[in-house]
């Protein structure tokens, strides 16, 4: 099809390289966000290979590889510093042919608007949706509305126009854990400076990985209830606390970790949901499939649906409707099967059974480092862009 005009809500990374996707198909696009002014939400994110590809596929490959970590080497290790598992990552990269790469969001994020031709309208929080026979209309709160052929909620996992999608409202599942993380500079006393570097002990992880610019994304996540109270001023202590007795480098994370610029969600995911698609509206990114962050996976999935969707419409002549109808076929069974890998690897990892963590962590001692590459690669092969 021809001459449509898309009008997405929300500007992360599914809005954005949707927005970028359909107008280099030739679409014209209007993003609008709520937010006053964009700021990525978190510090840093693993695009593993099948998110690369897509990025390399829109024009985006060779700037990637320069805001991206070089990351060589995985190193397992227990949680006072014995290695369980040193895993070269170059037998992955040529299985799947593209290196994956950590990177900041806040790069991610300008690389992406750069890409981006045209404004992004800030400060247009989307409330409701008008469909008729041939447009879809997105009201803002203050009033305005944006019309097009086909409208894309990529508005995250507290979506509200998932509920219109759906016809019934989807609380997110908390995936039982707070994840800490943030940007230090990379050093060699914390991590060799090619490796991601995994700690793991008690149902917790400390981890840090090479990002552009010299420094180590880092993350330290920590099983705890819900709604545990937050003080950026009392992070260090807690966290101490939380990691009392772990490897020097751990220590030395935390105590060189900036807390005012450490940000601390509690891990959420959504679904699996039935529908992605209703009439001239499709979901897209982490309002119809947030993922806990555990296999890396929640923004290239989101990066993957931008793609799909741009091609079904470009290579497709019976209606938007049908064209998003194919598409929700296609990414309801990619991304739904990624969400539940992701949460039954989050409660793998964060001791929802502890005898299955304990398992885990026997096994990460003599499981072959291709087991392990092998197993990620089976996750980025099941895309779009094998
Ligand atoms: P968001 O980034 O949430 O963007 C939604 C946008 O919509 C926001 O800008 C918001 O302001 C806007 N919005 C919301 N409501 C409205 C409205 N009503 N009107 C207008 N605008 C609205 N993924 C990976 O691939 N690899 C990783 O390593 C990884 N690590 C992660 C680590 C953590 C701790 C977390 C929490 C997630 C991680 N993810 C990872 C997942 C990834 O961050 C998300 O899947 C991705 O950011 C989703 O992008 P999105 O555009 O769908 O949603």
């Given at each position: 099809m021809q001459d449509l005009k898309v009008v997405i809500i929300?500007?992360?990374?599914?809005?954005?390289?949707?927005?970028?996707?359909?107008?280099?198909?030739?679409?014209?696009?209007?993003?609008?966000?709520?937010?006053?002014?964009?700021?990525?939400?978190?510090?840093?994110?693993?695009?593993?290979?099948?998110?690369?590809?897509?990025?390399?596929?829109?024009g985006l490959g060779e700037e990637m590889a320069k805001?991206?970590?070089?990351?060589?080497?995985?190193?397992?290790?227990t949680k006072t510093g014995e290695l369980l598992n040193d895993i070269d990552l170059m037998p992955l990269i040529e299985q799947v042919g593209q290196r994956p790469y950590p990177v900041a969001r806040r790069d991610l994020q300008n690389m992406l608007r750069s890409a981006f031709q045209g404004e992004v309208k800030l400060d247009r929080k989307c409330i409701a949706i008008e469909e008729d026979e041939n447009k879809v209309t997105a009201i803002f709160e203050n009033g305005d509305q944006a019309q097009g052929d086909l409208l894309v909620a990529a508005d995250g996992v507290r979506s509200i126009l998932r509920t219109y999608v759906l016809g019934y409202e989807v609380?997110?599942?908390?995936?039982?854990?707070i994840n800490w993380n943030g940007l230090v500079p990379a050093d060699a006393e914390l991590a060799p400076k090619n490796t991601w570097a995994i700690y793991v002990g008690e149902h917790k992880r400390a981890s840090m990985m090479p990002v552009a610019g010299d420094r180590f994304y880092f993350f330290l996540d920590v099983p705890l209830p819900?709604?545990?109270?937050?003080?950026?001023?009392?992070?260090?202590?807690?966290?101490?606390?939380?990691?009392?007795g772990w490897a020097e480098p751990v220590q030395l994370l935390i105590d060189r970790l900036d807390p005012a610029a450490v940000a601390r969600p509690e891990i959420h995911d959504v679904g699996p949901i039935d529908s992605f698609v209703r009439g001239k509206v499709a979901l897209l990114g982490d309002s119809?499939?947030?993922?806990?962050?555990?296999l890396g996976q929640g923004g290239c999935q989101a990066m993957e649906d931008g793609l799909v969707l741009s091609n079904y419409l470009l290579s497709?002549?019976?209606?938007?409707?049908?064209?998003?109808?194919?598409?929700?076929?296609?990414?309801k069974q990619r991304a739904n099967a990624v969400v539940e890998k992701a949460r039954q690897r989050a409660e793998q990892i964060h001791g929802k059974d502890p005898?299955?963590?304990?398992?885990?962590?026997?096994?990460?001692?003599?499981e072959r480092p291709t087991d392990v590459t092998d197993?990620?690669?089976k996750v980025i092969s099941a895309g779009p862009l094998h």
């Open positions: 929300g500007a992360g990374i599914g809005g954005l390289t949707a927005g970028i996707a359909l107008q280099q198909a030739g679409y014209e696009v209007e993003i609008y966000d709520r937010v006053k002014e964009l700021r990525p939400a978190g510090a840093g994110i693993s695009l593993w290979s099948n998110g690369v590809k897509v990025l390399n596929r829109l805001i991206g970590g070089q990351m060589e080497r995985m190193e397992y290790r609380e997110p599942k908390y995936g039982g854990y819900k709604g545990t109270p937050a003080n950026p001023d009392n992070y260090k202590t807690e966290l101490k606390e939380h990691f009392k119809a499939h947030a993922t806990c962050p555990d497709t002549n019976l209606g938007v409707e049908d064209a998003l109808k194919r598409y929700e076929t296609e990414r005898i299955v963590t304990a398992k885990w962590y026997a096994q990460l001692a003599y197993a990620i690669a």
